[in-house]
């Protein structure tokens, strides 16, 4: 079965302990990106990757890092995490043919991330 | 820079009847439109893709149309179930890098 699968779904920690949160596609995705989604604010971008040690920045960044070693994998790390970053964190992957072609996105089922 | 709107940001409607959704974006310059939607508490699910070429596409009962150079998208929902109720996101990209997302409507089918 075609997914986007994440871990962990729920986690509650405290400030300032290192955390990483795991994404794992099984569709040849070049394209994964992570989101995270706050009430009022909608989804936001925090960083995507084009390919295999290819990643940049999105809309939010300031806290997070990423890594993108294998095509299949696109961990979410949280090195010193702070309240603010409690949120509803998504993964996403799809085909990148070409810049004017984006394929469909597909989502994970979400990461509950609450930092005390 | 892209924006995109959806309203209303909730709807409800009774068991039955068809309705309509709505996105709007500022910038025409889009390569195409997806349409998602949200169950509480889980993950977005993809229902529609138009490509900036094509006019509306159609899934079942879902019918999405694109008017790129009014900024406009909409989707149908024929005969609406109380399954139906969900969020739903519309979002538009521009290159594969980001889709930039409406904040949703969220709509309820009563029974």
């Known amino acids: 079965e075609a997914q986007v699968t994440q871990n962990p779904r729920y986690l509650i920690t405290v400030t300032g302990k290192k955390l990483t949160v795991t994404c794992s596609q099984n569709?040849?995705?070049?394209?994964m990106s992570w989101y995270r989604q706050d009430p009022g604010l909608g989804l936001r971008q925090i960083y995507y990757s084009m390919n295999v040690e290819v990643t940049d920045k999105g809309d939010v960044p300031e806290g997070y890092k990423v890594s993108r070693k294998e095509k299949r994998n696109f961990p979410l790390i949280l090195e010193s995490p702070s309240p603010n970053q409690t949120s509803l964190y998504f993964c996403a992957s799809r085909f990148f043919r070409s810049s004017r072609a984006p394929g469909e996105l597909f989502f994970g089922e979400g990461s509950r991330l609450t930092v005390l | 820079k892209q924006e995109v709107t959806q309203i209303p940001a909730a709807l409800s409607v009774p068991e039955g009847e068809n309705l309509v959704l709505n996105c709007s974006f500022t910038d025409s310059a889009i390569y195409n439109l997806q349409w998602f939607r949200q169950d509480p508490g889980k993950g977005l699910t993809s229902l529609l893709l138009?490509?900036?070429?094509?006019r509306e596409q159609t899934s079942g009962r879902l019918n999405a149309s694109l008017d790129k150079s009014s900024g406009r998208s909409t989707l149908y929902i024929a005969a609406s179930q109380p399954g139906d109720s969900a969020t739903y996101l519309c979002a538009v990209s521009r290159g594969a890098q980001k889709l930039v997302f409406g904040q949703g409507t969220r709509l309820t089918i009563n029974p």
């Open positions: 138009i490509q900036s070429s094509q």
């Open positions: 569709m040849n995705h070049e394209y």
